[in-house]
């Protein structure tokens, strides 16, 4: 990696490597891998996806911040 890399050549870097994960994935099953690299996720159904999204859970950092808040009241 270069130390002064422009966004540019950044941005095509991950790309060829977001197409090799997919090739090596086999995510597209055969299909345009070049299209399915932005996204390697296989499936969005309720079981494979984000939580928050489906069931309303809170994240591991809004967790922790409610945690602290609760802790601080306490004391």
């Known amino acids: 990696m270069a130390q ?4 540019r ?3 095509r870097r991950d790309l ?5 994960k997919a090739r ?4 597209s099953g055969g299909v345009d891998r070049a299209r399915h690299a ?7 159904c309720w079981m ?8 309303g859970e809170t994240t591991i950092q809004e967790k922790r911040a409610f945690s602290a808040d609760a802790c601080e009241r306490l004391s």
């Not at 002064?4 to 966004?7: A, C, L, N, V, Y």
């Not at 060829?16 to 090799?20: D, Q």
């Not at 932005?38 to 969005?44: F, I, K, M, P, R």
């Open 4 to 7: 002064h890399e422009s966004k």
């Open 9 to 11: 050549a950044r941005r």
């Open 16 to 20: 060829i490597r977001m197409k090799a």
């Open 24 to 27: 090596r994935l086999n995510v």
């Open 38 to 44: 932005d996204h390697l996720a296989v499936c969005s």
């Open 48 to 55: 494979c996806g984000n939580p928050r999204r489906f069931f």
